[in-house]
């Protein structure tokens, strides 16, 4: 059974910046993917970044150049460092892992941009 838990949301100004951590109750190497997705008030959950086991990225466009998505296997802990937010970032984060055919799910962390 693997727990994902997600920390580092709160409230910032436009233009700020936060770093979500998604910590993992086990070793991540056997994570083929994990990533963020958002759901803001009445939206759909969309995918926000990702990272594949051997390193390479996705990120969606509209956030390429603000949000950056990283791991550190020996922490076990994958990050979203967020720059430049927008009132439109306004949302709760939920950290996923993809392993053995399961998806399994943070329980989410709200970040809210407003002056």
């Known amino acids: 059974q693997v727990q994902l838990v997600e920390s580092g949301g709160g409230l910032v100004q436009p233009g700020g910046s936060l770093r979500l951590s998604c910590r993992s109750s086990g070793s991540i190497f056997s994570m083929i993917s994990m990533g963020w997705y958002r759901q803001a008030p009445g939206k759909e959950r969309e995918l926000v970044a990702a990272?594949?086991?051997?390193?390479?990225?996705y990120y969606a466009d509209s956030v390429k150049g603000r949000l950056t998505i990283s791991r550190d296997n020996a922490k076990i802990t994958v990050y979203l460092q967020m720059d430049s937010l927008k009132p439109e970032d306004t949302a709760v984060y939920y950290c996923?892992?993809?392993?053995?055919?399961?998806?399994?799910w943070g329980q989410g962390t709200q970040v809210t941009v407003s002056s």
């Open positions: 996923y892992g993809d392993r053995g055919g399961l998806r399994y």
């Open positions: 990272i594949a086991s051997g390193g390479s990225t």
